[in-house]
């Protein structure tokens, strides 16, 4: 990867959020779950369409804190307009296991 200067990655609004409502996404090309994030009263709720099927159901995320990336433009995904980029890890097997602190942190705090 080609380095980046910190000018750069500052332009990058990674924030928490709120994971308030989640459901499958069976018309998505490859499996996965809508989600609606709280980022708290800046941000207000966003969705996303997240490929994280490997790891988690829907009703498990309700209520979960989730990074992600809040100032890339929106994207169509089938029917399902994703407004932000929920983050995650690829496991051994290609499963992506979310990005989340690990301390409670208020909706909207931004990453450092």
């Not at 200067?5 to 779950?33: N, Q």
């Amino acid at each position: 990867m080609a380095e980046i200067s910190f000018d750069d990655f500052m332009k990058v609004d990674i924030r928490a959020g709120r994971i308030t409502r989640a459901e499958p996404y069976p018309e998505a090309r490859k499996p996965a779950i809508k989600l609606w994030i709280d980022f708290g009263p800046e941000l207000g709720e966003k969705r996303s369409s997240a490929q994280i099927t490997a790891h988690y159901d829907p009703e498990m995320l309700v209520g979960k804190t989730v990074m992600a990336v809040t100032n890339f433009p929106p994207r169509q995904i089938g029917k399902f307009m994703s407004e932000v980029l929920v983050l995650g890890v690829s496991d051994s097997d290609g499963g992506i296991v979310l990005v989340s602190p690990d301390h409670d942190v208020p909706p909207g705090g931004r990453m450092h």
